[in-house]
T-cell receptor, first 115, second 114 residues
Framework: AQTVTQSQPEMSVQEAETVTLSCTYD???????LFWYKQPPSRQMILVIR??????QNATENRFSVNFQKAAKSFSLKISDSQLGDAAMYFC????????????FGKGTHLIIQP | NAGVTQTPKFQVLKTGQSMTLQCAQDMNHNSMYWYRQDPGMGLRLIYY???????DKGEVPNGYNVSRLNKREFSLRLESAAPSQTSVYFC?????????????FGPGTRLTVL
């Protein structure tokens, strides 16, 4: 079974600064997908960014980018120019490449933005 | 386009009572999922339905049953609620049959079992 580990229960960053959230995963599969989801206090789950394991290029979405290290099984999220609206829980998630299996989530990182 | 809707938003049950959580999606997605989220935990998969007419167990299926009523609807039933089932329940859907498919989540149902 796959596991996802987020070792930072809480992170704090000053507004406009850059912060990196860590995620490692364990799998024996070669075909898989990785995601970062944001959960604000409203508890709505919002997709931030996704990465296909077969792609070497790191995914980027505006101020959000990932550092995908396949050999190290590491998938960190970098948020640049942090904004107050980025304050939320962030979850790293794994999905197998075959079939329609669900997501395996880490326990999350609570991101605090200091004004 | 409502996306994924869940009813009810909140529910309080007594131990031993039964209830069904409803989920519907209007995105013509093939796959649907039920997760639970407990404090300090990420979401954990209860059951999923890869396509209409099929259902499969996830990580934590004990105490739950599901029904894929049609392509749009996927319900979760608690036959005899227990305090350990106090949680927030999320339904999600995806177009995915193979390959990557973003999962779209409903707003969640907060369930308390006394």
């Amino acid at each position: 079974a796959q596991t996802v580990t987020q070792s930072q229960p809480e992170m704090s960053v000053q507004e406009a600064e850059t912060v990196t959230l860590s995620c490692t995963y364990d799998t024996s599969e070669s075909d898989y997908y990785l995601f970062w989801y944001k959960q604000p206090p409203s508890r709505q789950m919002i997709l931030v960014i996704r990465q296909e394991a077969y792609k070497q290029q790191n995914a980027t979405e505006n101020r959000f980018s990932v550092n995908f290290q396949k050999a190290a099984k590491s998938f960190s999220l970098k948020i640049s120019d942090s904004q107050l609206g980025d304050a939320a829980m962030y979850f790293c998630a794994y999905q197998s490449g075959g079939g329609a299996d669900g997501l395996t989530f880490g326990k999350g990182t609570h991101l605090i933005i200091q004004p | 386009n409502a996306g994924v809707t869940q009813t009810p938003k909140f529910q309080v049950l007594k131990t031993g009572q039964s209830m069904t959580l409803q989920c519907a999606q209007d995105m013509n997605h093939n796959s649907m999922y039920w997760y639970r989220q407990d404090p300090g935990m990420g979401l954990r998969l209860i059951y999923y339905s890869a396509s209409e007419g099929t259902t499969d167990k996830g990580e934590v299926p004990n105490g739950y049953n599901v029904s894929r009523l049609n392509k749009r609807e996927f319900s979760l039933r608690l036959e005899s609620a227990a305090p350990s089932q106090t949680s927030v329940y999320f339904c999600a859907s995806s177009h995915r049959l193979a390959g990557v498919g973003e999962q779209f989540f409903g707003p969640g149902t907060r369930l308390t079992v006394l």
